[in-house]
T-cell receptor, first 113, second 116 residues
Framework: GEDVEQSLFLSVREGDSSVINCTYT??????LYWYKQEPGAGLQLLTY?????DMKQDQRLTVLLNKKDKHLSLRIADTQTGDSAIYFC?????????????FGKGTHLIIQP | NAGVTQTPKFQVLKTGQSMTLQCAQD?????MYWYRQDPGMGLRLIYY???????DKGEVPNGYNVSRLNKREFSLRLESAAPSQTSVYFC???????????????FGPGTRLLVL
């Protein structure tokens, strides 16, 4: 079945850029998403990219997609303490099977002062 | 516009008890979903409803039932709770289950369930 992999932790200094990486196994992906989860809260949609795009920028967020390597990344510029959260990569696959998204296990972003 | 709401926020059950988790959305979305989140895991799809009147199994449906009561509401029922069902449950909705950007999912705040 489909698989989505992420590193569990990323530690960065406040003000630096954070790059969170995600790899997936199935090339039939259509939409790829980044969600943010703060402690005790639900998932908040940050951004998404369609599989025919290479890059999408939205204020401090930049999403890069390398379809050949099945690699997705989220760059957060000028990381702030409020960016501390778990970031989930999610992939929407086309074709049969259940609808819904396949999620990675999430990357804990830790901000150092 | 409250988005996706879930009740209750917290629940403690004994093994064998039953309960229903409620979910409602006010975005006029056609599709709704139930996920569970366990420590160190991503979210796993339990059931979904692509449109009013339809429900389908996801990745981990065993031990659960769902009802799409109307377009707004999608409930998840545990008939005989087990400790393995201790988890955080998230409901989500999207305009459509497939169809490009309109399948973007919006999540509720979650229900934290402990089964003793």
């Amino acid at each position: 079945g489909e698989d989505v992999e992420q590193s569990l932790f990323l530690s960065v200094r406040e003000g630096d850029s954070s790059v969170i990486n995600c790899t997936y196994t199935d090339s039939s992906s259509t939409y790829l998403y980044w969600y943010k989860q703060e402690p005790g809260a639900g998932l908040q949609l940050l951004t998404y990219i369609f599989s025919n795009m290479d890059m999408k920028q939205d204020q401090r967020l930049t999403v890069l997609l390398n379809k050949k390597d099945k690699h997705l990344s989220l760059r957060i510029a000028d990381t702030q303490t409020g960016d501390s959260a778990i970031y989930f990569c999610a992939v929407r696959y086309s074709g049969g099977g259940a609808d819904g998204l396949t999620f990675g296990k999430g990357t804990h972003l830790i901000i150092q002062p | 516009n409250a988005g996706v709401t879930q009740t209750p926020k917290f629940q403690v059950l004994k093994t064998g008890q039953s309960m229903t988790l409620q979910c409602a959305q006010d975005m006029n979305h056609n599709s709704m979903y139930w996920y569970r989140q366990d420590p160190g895991m991503g979210l796993r799809l339990i059931y979904y409803s692509a449109s009013e009147g339809t429900t389908d199994k996801g990745e981990v449906p065993n031990g659960y039932n769902v009802s799409r009561l109307n377009k707004r509401e999608f409930s998840l029922r545990l008939e005989s709770a087990a400790p393995s069902q201790t988890s955080v449950y998230f409901c989500a909705s999207s305009e459509y289950a497939s169809g490009g950007a309109r399948e973007t999912q919006y999540f509720g705040p979650g229900t934290r369930l402990l089964v003793l």
